[in-house]
Nanobody, 126 residues
Framework: QVQLQESGPNLVKASQTLSLTCTVS??????????LSWIRQPPRKGLEWMGA???????YYKPSLKSHTSLSRDTSKNLFSLQLTSVTPEDTAIYYC??????????????????WGQGIQVTVSS
């Protein structure tokens, strides 16, 4: 059973950097066809795909977030991470990591992914 778990701070200050980690168990993040994604859902809004790392190491970003978003992976620890710089209160959201077999459509849908973490609430204070 593949399981994902987000970890990181629940509260960050505006202008700081948000760092989140997704730890994967029950399957290798290098499995062929796996795309490792970060998705967020602001209050009262839909899902927003932020970026993904493919099984071959290729990295993809939502264009509007690329300038202050960074994804990485550590295959030895079977985890992948998100860094979001210069955060504002508009970055307040539930942040999810997820795995699917392809890059998502935009806007993304829940059923485009095979595995989900439980999500972590992140609040950016002003």
């Amino acid at each position: 059973q593949v399981q994902l778990q987000e970890s990181g701070p629940n509260l960050v200050k505006a202008s700081q950097t948000l760092s989140l980690t997704c730890t994967v168990s029950g399957g290798s993040i290098t499995t062929s066809s796996y795309y490792l994604s970060w998705i967020r859902q602001p209050p009262r809004k839909g899902l927003e795909w932020m970026g993904a790392i493919a099984y071959d190491g290729s990295i993809y970003y939502k264009p509007s977030l690329k300038s202050h978003t960074s994804l990485s992976r550590d295959t030895s620890k079977n985890l992948f991470s998100l860094q979001l710089t210069s955060v504002t209160p508009e970055d307040t959201a539930i942040y999810y990591c997820a795995i699917g077999d392809r890059l998502p459509t935009m806007p993304t849908m829940w059923d485009e992914y095979d595995y989900w973490g439980q999500g972590i609430q992140v609040t950016v204070s002003s």
